[in-house]
């Protein structure tokens, strides 16, 4: 078992950044490859970003990339999201996930084990 928290949600204006960490109690982090997803009201949970167990390799979603960066640092057992150039349709409750195995093909909620609470994130326009 591995127990997730997010925290570093809150309220950004358009143009400004947000850093969200995930800090992980249980289990071994290292083994586990991370995951941010996103749920915004009336709208199916997105894939945001997801990080291998090593962190050497990413996958950003296309409606992020470029503005959003996952990392994770082994030794903290942390995953963090940095969110830059924040639009109003960032608006959502951010999620952090994690997988034990093999990288997966595709990226979808139900690959993924072990779920955070959420943080909200709000970007005011």
């Known amino acids: 078992q591995v127990q997730l928290v997010e925290s570093g949600g809150g309220l950004v204006e358009v143009g400004g950044s947000l850093r969200l960490s995930c800090a992980a109690s249980g289990g071994t982090f290292s083994s586990y490859h991370m995951g941010w997803f996103r749920q915004a009201p009336g709208k199916e949970r997105e894939f945001v970003a997801a990080?291998?167990?090593?962190?050497?390799?990413?996958y950003h979603a296309d409606s992020v990339n470029g503005r959003f960066t996952i990392s994770r640092d082994n030794a903290k057992s942390t995953v963090y999201l940095q969110m830059n150039s924040l639009e109003p349709e960032d608006t959502a409750v951010y999620y952090c996930?994690?997988?034990?195995?093999?990288?997966?093909?595709?990226?979808?909620?139900?690959?993924?084990?072990?779920w955070g609470q959420g943080t909200q994130v709000t970007v005011s326009s």
């Open positions: 990080i291998g167990w090593s962190g050497l390799r990413t």
């Open positions: 996930a994690a997988r034990q195995g093999a990288w997966p093909t595709g990226w979808t909620a139900e690959r993924f084990s072990y």
